[in-house]
């Protein structure tokens, strides 16, 4: 079940990708899905080995309002991969970066469970969401590199509340700043 | 010699590892190194097989100055990773996930031959340089896996001047910016 959802996700991306066709494809009765996972959601995150589930934990993040909203991305970031996360979170990574499925399967999970969720909650035309959310992704993977993969100091042996401040309003500043989009037609003035 | 070169720039860093003793390792003499390679540098480019050689790259970069620094790096890592140096990056960055050893020679790699040189022209105490440098790096870094690795978009698709325009003024900020720097103690107000 898990290899179809595995395929399935990598295929056809999250969106693309049902529970029933995910069924089909391992020869089970979709109701035997639900049963087992409960959601596509849940399904995603076990097919992915996901270091951390984005519904427990966005919610209370997303409740706080836009204002600080960078720096609450930054904290949660940082209490995931400080944290029990870490190992699973390494593993994706690794496994993105030499295999093609599994990048995509990271970029699904990124795009359809991480920042979606949270730019979503902007309210923002879909293409400048995108933008948005592809720019905060860069700095956030780019944080998990420096920090946890090469080790660039001083970034690795900050305290997570030292990269909340510098970097949080990078975040901040992709989120709702004024920022040049790519792929988004800037209005008239 | 190459080997021998690996090792050691990989257990002492670039600064600690000196031609002697590379060549002693590699059971040379050492005026075969440097009639070999020329420089520690070029050793240690031809060492980690490095996508660009930052000494060629980056004078007309820095001569620029500081006003439009964070644009001008953002541009030059575009013209490395959009040209012929995407397949070595990529190996690079492929080999540093998986392997302990790649990781320590790519951090080397980028704070000595990169960040180093670029945090230089602004003259900032040591510490100061390596928390900017490292913050550069955690931005930089994020938008090759983002754009060549994961593949999100816009980011991926976005052309070279739009990335500019998104990410130029984040590593200005970094650069020259007013940021909480992570192991920096503020000066007293």
Known sequence: MLAAAREAFAERGFD???IRLIATAAGVD???VHHYFGSKDKLFLAAIEAPADPEELLPELLAGGPADLGAR???LLLQVWDGPGRAAGLALVRSAVTNEWTARLLREFLVSQVLGRVV???GLPRAEGE???SLVASQLIGVVMARYVLR???LAS???EELVAAVGPTIQRYLTGDVD???VVAPTT
């Open 30 to 32: 979709p109701a035997l």
């Open 158 to 160: 900050a305290s997570a």
């Open 152 to 154: 660039v100091e001083p």
């Open 131 to 133: 933008a948005r959310g």
């Open 181 to 183: 989009l790519p792929g």
């Open 16 to 18: 693309g990708a049902s």
């Open 73 to 75: 991305v930054v904290r």
């Open 120 to 122: 979503g909650t902007l």
